[in-house]
């Protein structure tokens, strides 16, 4: 099992730039292929980014392809999102979640066992 805790979300002007990190405690971290999730009010969770067990192999959405990075450290039992260039649109509650099971991009919510709490993200226009 591994417990996940988001950090870093906050108000930011469009443009500008936030870092999240999710925080995980438990064993096998390297284990878990990791993503981020994202929910804003009155829509579904969408995906927006994804980072394989061990080798660093990335997936992003179109949304955030060429914005935002996703990348981990294995050691410290963290994972970022470097999220630059905000937009008003990208406003939402943003998880990082656990996937032990599945390969490739995975990016629907279902697939992922363990989720943060969130941490909210506002870009003012």
């Known amino acids: 099992q591994v417990q996940l805790v988001e950090s870093g979300g906050g108000l930011v002007q469009a443009g500008g730039s936030l870092r999240l990190s999710c925080a995980a405690s438990?064993?096998?971290?390297?284990?878990?292929?990791m993503g981020w999730f994202r929910q804003a009010p009155g829509k579904e969770r969408e995906f927006v980014a994804r980072?394989?067990?061990?080798?660093?192999?990335?997936w992003y959405s179109d949304s955030a392809k060429g914005r935002f990075t996703i990348f981990r450290d294995n050691v410290k039992n963290m994972v970022v999102l470097q999220m630059n260039s905000l937009k008003y649109e990208d406003t939402a509650v943003y998880y990082c979640?656990?996937?032990?099971?599945?390969?490739?991009?995975?990016?629907?919510?279902?697939?992922?066992?363990?989720w943060g709490q969130g941490t909210q993200v506002t870009v003012s226009s």
């Open positions: 979640a656990a996937d032990r099971n599945s390969g490739g991009s995975a990016r629907v919510p279902d697939v992922y066992e363990y």
């Open positions: 438990g064993r096998s971290f390297s284990t878990y292929a």
């Open positions: 980072i394989s067990r061990s080798n660093g192999v990335t």
